[in-house]
């Protein structure tokens, strides 16, 4: 990650060493959700032209070595050559909205949009650790890619002070392993989004029908790679074995087995295309009785 010259941040490896002898708060993996990188996004994409990245708020829940980000929002702030001001009365008044909605949700740091990491990220990194004090404020950078030689992608950061009589301006940003995570109900928005070519007409069955040929193309992958392993051609993983056997093998200690699961398919996918035939049979006698 490119540093600026006249920075004095540095960019070093991870380590796991504490500050000044004080057993260290410092989490060491952190995930983000879906919806905290969508208000990234969305507060990137409504700045001014002369902003040249924004920053903002993040909140979640922590462990003594896991962050979870869970949202995120704006704080207004101006960066010139000279200096930098963040408003931090609109930070505590957004906050104190968010808890009222999330209680749940505390402040865990703080996101910026680029890849540059400067003395101005360090005054604004010391800000954010003494509102997450007497933990570690964490740092998330999201590189848009829309600057030419860049890719899109997102880093997390924890910071370490460096000298003897540290200044708030002089810290070490440490990179921490970051993920996405997100929750079953929002796998087929992100898989719309993802796809090459999004439609806004699909309807309901449509997303269905997409998510069904999904789930049978990974049992198939599955079926394949049984057959495989029967085979000899390659050896199996035993760990794969067993959580295959925890999924599949529910339904056939209880009563009725796979029988009751498969009559219970069959029953949804009847009341389905009745519905289906009653909605196509009552759009028919509405335009009758236009006519």
């Given amino acids: 990650m490119p540093i600026r010259s006249s920075s004095s941040a540095a960019y070093i490896q991870n380590s796991s060493t504490s500050t000044n002898g004080v057993p260290s708060t410092r989490p060491t993996s ?5 919806s905290a990188l969508f208000s990234i996004l969305d507060h990137y994409l409504r700045r001014t032209d002369a902003q040249h990245r924004v920053i903002g708020t993040l909140l979640g829940t922590r462990t003594d070595s896991t962050v979870d980000i869970k949202s995120a929002f704006a704080v207004l702030h101006s960066e010139t050559d000279e200096q930098v ?18 209680p749940n949700e505390t402040i865990v740091g703080w996101y910026s949009t680029g890849s540059d990491l400067n003395t101005y990220s360090a005054l604004i990194q010391n800000f954010y650790s ?19 030689g860049k890719s899109a992608g997102v ?10 009589f540290p ?43 997409s998510s069904l040929t999904d789930v049978q193309n990974m049992l198939n992958r599955v079926l394949a790679y049984v057959q495989s392993v029967l085979r000899g051609e390659v050896v199996g ?9 925890d999924v599949l093998g529910t339904g056939v200690e209880e009563d009725g087995g796979w029988t009751a699961g498969l009559q219970d398919t069959l029953m949804v996918t009847y009341l ?6 009653q909605a196509e049979v009552s759009a028919r006698l509405a335009l009758t009785t236009a006519a």
Avoid: W
């Avoid at 952190?30 to 879906?34: D, W």
């Fill in 155 to 164: 880093k997390a950061y924890v910071s370490s002070p460096v000298g003897i």
């Fill in 85 to 102: 001001a963040v408003d931090m009365d609109y930070h505590r008044a957004m906050y104190d909205l968010c808890t009222r909605v999330r």
């Fill in 30 to 34: 952190l995930t983000i959700h879906p």
């Fill in 272 to 277: 389905a295309n009745l519905v289906r035939s």
């Fill in 130 to 148: 003494q509102e997450t004090a007497p933990n570690q404020a964490v740092h998330v950078a999201l590189d848009t890619g829309t600057e030419e």
């Fill in 167 to 209: 200044k708030p301006e002089n810290c070490v940003f440490v990179p921490i392993p970051c993920e996405l995570r997100f929750h079953e109900a929002e796998r087929s928005g992100l898989d719309l989004m993802l796809s090459p070519n999004p439609s806004s007409n699909q309807t309901d069955l449509d997303v269905l029908a």
């Fill in 237 to 245: 993983d035993k760990a794969v074995g067993r959580y295959l056997m």
